[in-house]
């Protein structure tokens, strides 16, 4: 600290006075945003703009983009010398921000990117140019908030797409029960240095669609009941020319989804099921089908949680949410698919009409489910829904997102999103987009050994919950069975789309729901509405 502190001493002389305000690079990781050795700077108003800075190698000092270089000449020379005094060495996310260079921009950001030309990395499954931009970008953008610029303009970084997606995630709150004054301002982002509109269009509207399922998840149950999560998908989809039917009680009891009403009737919040409707292409084309639970609030019924971060359970509408946001997204984007959405929402609380564990119910393919832990209720909200669907629909392709099992979040916590699908090609372009928004997936096995494990009971044909460990396995072997022909793909999202704990992702908050993974899966589906031609 000491020799930080010298360090500030030495750079900040007379002359650097009125145009530097120094960083603390070594907090970054930690908060997601740059330190400020003076609150000068503080004052509400005023434009600023990020700048990327590619990391010194092979002799060579560090380098502004093309953008940057552009705008060094525009301040004859300034932005460079102020580099070269303060010793910014283009390390991926580090940077200072400099005030009163320009007239136009009153602070201006240069981070790090890290090294120049860098691409997709196989072992990390990863392409590591995008998403160094999209750091930058995150990290950069939430600096100039915290110095409450109004309008930030963003460096394309040779990545237009990506630096909208990190700018846009990283300056979002979830902050609606703040008082006022409290909340923070969200600047408005701009695109700088590139004629490129379309691609940091499209990655406006990925992040608005994450920031979206970010808003649904971290919502408080009380302010996120079933009746008002569908309200908030008529307000979300119907202005986008996407159809929403909202079924009641008396409508899912008539269609026979008594494995939904199980978890439902504990709660006194009244259950509703959404069909939504997205129609990019011929009516007449089968759709994708997409089912994800919407659980607004998880205690665990009967097999009650511990009290200790049961709140984070506000967040098991995970799979609805994305789903709702993934729609509204690919609507936004004009994909020439046609989307099918599916989604129960309920309650599962502990009541006298609560399901008992080992209660049994029959599902419409004529199977019995027997459930003998009431906390783990995704596979059985969904398990009528999704049979319901497939029967109604005759969909091409089935995938279901929910947060199920524990087991994922033991497996890989928040590095990746857990997969299983009977569909090879399905899982590679499901790894495709993941690797192409930084928000990955991981396959793991769809055996028969993890089928046995829920269907050997003599008494009724399948467990809610198996016997073993493989907690999260045992989830998707029961899907498995409710999908008799189609290709199917089953996204477990308990170690990434709930409270961020396991590994900060810098234009991400901590200790928030993260939306994932949204933009993955409208990549996803971009990917199967525009398939790339065999060469």
Same mark, same amino acid.
């Given at each position: 600290?000491?020799?930080l502190r010298?360090?500030?001493?030495?750079l900040?002389t007379?002359s650097?006075a009125r145009?530097?305000r120094?960083?603390d690079?070594l907090?970054?990781?930690?908060t997601?945003?740059?330190?400020?050795?003076?609150c000068?700077a503080n004052?509400?108003?005023?434009?600023?703009?990020?700048l990327? =800075?590619?990391?010194k190698?092979?002799?060579?000092g560090?380098?502004?983009?093309p953008?940057?270089?552009?705008f060094?000449?525009r301040?004859?020379?300034?932005?460079?010398e102020l580099?070269?005094?303060?010793?910014?060495?283009?390390?991926l996310?580090r940077?200072?921000?400099?005030?009163?260079?320009d007239?136009?921009?009153?602070?201006?950001?240069?981070?790090?990117?890290?090294?120049?030309g860098?691409?997709f990395?196989?072992?990390e499954?990863l392409?590591?140019?995008?998403?160094?931009v999209?750091?930058?970008? #995150?990290?950069?953008a939430?600096s100039?908030?915290?110095?409450?610029?109004?309008?930030?303009?963003?460096d394309?970084?040779?990545y237009?797409?990506?630096?909208?997606?990190g700018?846009?995630l990283a300056v979002?709150?979830y902050?609606?029960?703040?008082a006022?004054?409290y909340?923070?301002?969200?600047?408005?982002?701009?695109?700088h240095?590139s004629?490129d509109m379309d691609?940091?269009?499209?990655?406006l509207?990925?992040?608005e669609?994450?920031?979206l399922?970010?808003?649904?998840?971290?919502a408080?149950?009380?302010?996120m009941t079933?009746?008002?999560f569908a309200?908030?998908?008529?307000?979300a989809?119907?202005p986008?020319?996407?159809?929403?039917?909202?079924?009641?009680?008396?409508?899912i009891?008539?269609?026979r989804l008594?494995s939904?009403?199980m978890i439902?009737?504990?709660?006194?919040e009244?259950?509703?099921?959404?069909?939504?409707?997205?129609?990019?292409?011929?009516?007449e084309?089968?759709?994708i089908?997409?089912?994800g639970?919407g659980i607004t609030f998880?205690?665990?019924?009967?097999n009650?949680?511990?009290?200790?971060?049961?709140?984070?359970f506000? #967040?098991?509408?995970?799979?609805a949410a994305?789903?709702?946001a993934?729609?509204r997204?690919?609507?936004?984007?004009s =994909?020439p698919?046609?989307i099918?959405?599916i989604?129960?929402l309920c309650?599962?609380?502990?009541s006298?009409?609560s399901?008992?564990?080992g209660?049994?119910?029959?599902? =419409?393919?004529?199977?019995?489910?027997?459930?003998?832990?009431?906390?783990?209720?995704?596979?059985?909200?969904?398990?009528d829904?999704?049979?319901?669907?497939?029967?109604t629909?005759k969909?091409?392709?089935?995938?279901d997102?929910g947060s199920?099992c524990?087991?994922i979040?033991k497996a890989?916590?928040?590095?990746a999103?857990?997969?299983?699908?009977?569909?090879?090609?399905i899982?590679k372009q499901f790894q495709r987009?993941g690797?192409?928004?930084?928000?990955?997936l991981?396959?793991?096995?769809?055996?028969?050994?993890y089928?046995?494990r829920?269907?050997?009971?003599?008494s009724y044909?399948?467990a809610?919950?198996g016997? #073993?460990?493989?907690?999260?396995?045992?989830a998707?072997?029961?899907?498995?069975?409710l999908?008799?022909?189609?290709?199917?793909?089953?996204?477990d999202?308990?170690?990434?789309?709930?409270l961020?704990k396991?590994?900060?992702?810098?234009?991400?908050a901590?200790?928030?729901?993260?939306g994932?993974p949204?933009?993955?899966l409208?990549?996803?589906l971009?990917?199967?509405?525009?398939?790339?031609?065999?060469?």
């Amino acid at each position: 600290m000491h020799s930080l502190r010298g360090q500030l001493r030495m750079l900040y002389t007379p002359s650097l006075a009125r145009t530097l305000r120094l960083i603390d690079p070594l907090r970054w990781n930690r908060t997601g945003l740059l330190r400020y050795a003076s609150c000068e700077a503080n004052k509400q108003g005023g434009k600023g703009i990020i700048l990327g =800075l590619y990391e010194k190698e092979s002799g060579k000092g560090p380098r502004l983009t093309p953008a940057g270089e552009k705008f060094d000449d525009r301040v004859q020379g300034k932005l460079s010398e102020l580099i070269c005094e303060t010793k910014i060495t283009g390390r991926l996310g580090r940077g200072k921000v400099f005030n009163n260079v320009d007239v136009d921009f009153r602070s201006i950001c240069v981070v790090g990117l890290g090294l120049e030309g860098i691409a997709f990395n196989e072992l990390e499954m990863l392409d590591e140019g995008m998403e160094n931009v999209r750091v930058a970008a #995150g990290i950069g953008a939430r600096s100039l908030q915290a110095l409450k610029c109004i309008e930030v303009h963003v460096d394309n970084m040779d990545y237009p797409e990506q630096a909208a997606e990190g700018a846009a995630l990283a300056v979002w709150r979830y902050d609606e029960n703040l008082a006022k004054k409290y909340r923070q301002f969200v600047p408005k982002l701009e695109l700088h240095g590139s004629p490129d509109m379309d691609s940091w269009t499209r990655g406006l509207f990925k992040a608005e669609a994450q920031n979206l399922a970010r808003r649904l998840s971290d919502a408080p149950a009380n302010c996120m009941t079933p009746t008002i999560f569908a309200q908030a998908a008529v307000d979300a989809l119907c202005p986008c020319g996407i159809t929403v039917e909202v079924r009641t009680m008396e409508w899912i009891e008539q269609q026979r989804l008594n494995s939904f009403l199980m978890i439902a009737k504990g709660s006194c919040e009244p259950p509703v099921l959404l069909e939504i409707a997205y129609c990019g292409t011929a009516p007449e084309d089968k759709p994708i089908l997409l089912v994800g639970p919407g659980i607004t609030f998880n205690s665990g019924g009967i097999n009650l949680r511990e009290s200790d971060g049961m709140d984070e359970f506000r #967040g098991d509408l995970t799979g609805a949410a994305v789903i709702l946001a993934a729609m509204r997204a690919a609507a936004a984007l004009s =994909l020439p698919i046609n989307i099918t959405a599916i989604l129960p929402l309920c309650e599962n609380l502990p009541s006298g009409m609560s399901c008992k564990p080992g209660d049994v119910v029959t599902l =419409l393919n004529a199977k019995s489910m027997a459930v003998r832990n009431v906390s783990r209720t995704g596979v059985v909200v969904i398990a009528d829904p999704m049979l319901y669907g497939q029967m109604t629909y005759k969909p091409r392709l089935v995938v279901d997102v929910g947060s199920m099992c524990i087991g994922i979040r033991k497996a890989v916590g928040g590095g990746a999103t857990g997969i299983w699908s009977n569909s090879h090609y399905i899982w590679k372009q499901f790894q495709r987009a993941g690797s192409l928004t930084g928000d990955r997936l991981w396959r793991f096995p769809l055996w028969r050994f993890y089928k046995d494990r829920v269907a050997e009971n003599l008494s009724y044909d399948l467990a809610n919950d198996g016997s #073993g460990e493989a907690s999260s396995c045992l989830a998707a072997a029961v899907l498995h069975e409710l999908v008799p022909c189609s290709d199917w793909a089953h996204l477990d999202t308990y170690g990434t789309g709930l409270l961020t704990k396991f590994g900060l992702i810098p234009y991400l908050a901590a200790g928030r729901m993260t939306g994932r993974p949204t933009r993955t899966l409208v990549q996803f589906l971009y990917q199967m509405a525009c398939p790339e031609q065999p060469k």
